[in-house]
């Protein structure tokens, strides 16, 4: 009996870890479109006002959805393993 | 130190610089951008952000159950990551909504460019009726920085850019030009 509640309990423990981590995966899920967005926004933006910059600031928002992606892999990875 | 032109809130003349809309015979005579001491907020609030890990981090590795640490070494990473990704997508954010938030004056026109460079309104220099500046409180006059506000004769009724960088120049600036509009001249010396 008390071993079985033993169990009981660790396996809630594991649970929990689980959907924390399912948390963060949806969460950073959600911030990868927020960042897919942000890109389309910052072409709005460059279309709008021309600067001559227009290169550096889409180079910043490919790298900001390509660390937004690398972020979602490793929560999945953390899932996983 | 000399601060670069992109970052300066006052630009006349500015080179590369243009809109979506712009006339062949047109040409921008002068850039107005929030004062830089307005990033301070973001720039604070970015400091705050970069920080909050080293004190939350040791707290969720100290978390444990029955001995063991409840979470594992790479999802402290894989969070760890996410913290500094997202303040880089929030300061890139910030910094970008500065930076577009803008008003052109040109040979014809003034353009006032809002925030994210989504709402763009425009009118005719010779539609401007009233140039007025101010210095709403005590934070405003220690920097000079202030609101300027233009009101017309067209369908926008008021134009209004705010926390800019010496306001009663820019007034006179923008006064100059729809005087210079009138008379047939224009160029900033």
Same mark, same amino acid.
């Given at each position: %009996?008390?071993? @079985? &509640? !033993?169990?009981?309990?660790?396996?809630?423990?594991?649970?929990?870890?689980?959907?924390i981590k399912g948390f963060m995966l949806i969460i950073s899920l959600i911030y990868l479109t927020y960042a897919v967005v942000f890109s389309r926004r910052i072409k709005i933006m460059n279309q709008n006002l021309k600067t001559g910059y227009e290169k550096s600031? @889409?180079?910043? &928002?490919?790298?900001?959805?390509?660390?937004? !992606?690398?972020?979602?892999?490793?929560?999945?990875?953390?899932?996983?393993? | 130190m000399k601060r670069p032109q992109y970052l300066n809130s006052l630009i006349k003349n500015p080179t590369n610089t243009s809109y979506e809309g712009k006339?062949?015979?047109?040409?921008? !005579?002068? $850039?107005?951008?929030?004062s830089i001491i307005t990033t301070f907020t973001?720039?604070?609030?970015?400091?705050?952000?970069?920080v909050t890990p080293f004190v939350i981090i040791p707290i969720i590795k100290r978390a444990a159950y029955d001995g063991n640490a409840l979470f594992d @070494?790479?999802?402290? $990473? &894989? $969070?760890?990551?996410?913290?500094? %990704?997202? $303040?880089?997508?929030?300061?890139l954010r910030e910094f970008l909504d500065w930076y577009f938030e803008v008003f052109?004056?040109?040979? #014809?026109?003034?353009? /006032?460019i809002d925030r994210g460079a989504t709402n763009i309104s425009e009118t005719?220099?010779? @539609?401007?009726?009233?140039?007025?500046?101010e210095t709403p409180s005590i934070f405003a006059q220690i920097f000079n920085i202030g609101n300027v506000k233009i009101q017309t004769a067209a369908?926008? #009724?008021?134009?209004?850019?705010?926390?800019?960088? /010496?306001?009663?120049?820019?007034?006179?600036?923008?006064? /100059?030009?729809?005087?210079?509009? /009138?008379?047939?001249?224009?160029?900033?010396?």
């Open positions: %009996m008390e071993l @079985n &509640s !033993l169990f009981s309990e660790s396996m809630m423990v594991q649970t929990g870890i689980t959907i600031f @889409n180079r910043l &928002s490919k790298f900001h959805i390509f660390l937004s !992606l690398v972020s979602t892999i490793l929560f999945i990875l953390s899932i996983i393993y | 006339d062949h015979d047109e040409e921008v !005579l002068l $850039l107005i951008r929030r973001w720039l604070v609030g970015g400091m705050v952000y970069f @070494n790479f999802f402290i $990473l &894989s $969070l760890i990551f996410f913290w500094y %990704m997202s $303040l880089f997508g929030y300061l052109l004056v040109t040979t #014809k026109k003034i353009i /006032d005719l220099l010779t @539609n401007v009726q009233d140039v007025t500046s369908e926008t #009724k008021e134009f209004e850019f705010g926390m800019v960088d /010496d306001p009663s120049k820019v007034r006179d600036f923008i006064s /100059d030009m729809v005087a210079r509009k /009138d008379s047939g001249s224009h160029g900033i010396k």
